[in-house]
Nanobody, 122 residues
Framework: QVQLVESGGGSVQAGASLRLSCEAS????????MGWFRQAPGQEREFVGA????????YYADSVKGRFTISRDNAKNTVYLQMNSLKPEDSAVYYC???????????????WGQGTQVTVSS
């Protein structure tokens, strides 16, 4: 089992930045690729970005490319989502997830955090 705990969400103005963290514990977290997803009210959970187990590969949804950056510190068992130039449409609950392979589909991931709320006002 892997336990994931997100933090760093909050309410900001458009154009601001936030950094989300996802701390993993339990079964060797470094064996997992990590993904970030988000879900707005009434919407399906959507892919934001993902990072490979070693951190050498990342990829992002088109909607966040160039604004969001994923990184990981395996020594701290923590994955980060740096979000810059935030827009109101980025408002959602953000979830981190762990899976054996990097991917954009929720089915790729076996473990999920409880989520952290991000609200961006115009």
């Amino acid at each position: 089992q892997v336990q994931l705990v997100e933090s760093g969400g909050g309410s900001v103005q458009a154009g601001a930045s936030l950094r989300l963290s996802c701390e993993a514990s339990g079964r060797t977290p470094t064996t997992f690729a990590m993904g970030w997803f988000r879900q707005a009210p009434g919407q399906e959970r959507e892919f934001v970005g993902a990072i490979s187990r070693g951190g050498g590969s990342t990829y992002y949804a088109d909607s966040v490319k160039g604004r969001f950056t994923i990184s990981r510190d395996n020594a701290k068992n923590t994955v980060y989502l740096q979000m810059n130039s935030l827009k109101p449409e980025d408002s959602a609950v953000y979830y981190c997830a762990a899976g054996l392979e990097i991917g954009a589909r929720t089915i790729r991931y076996d473990y999920w955090g409880q989520g952290t709320q991000v609200t961006v006002s115009s």
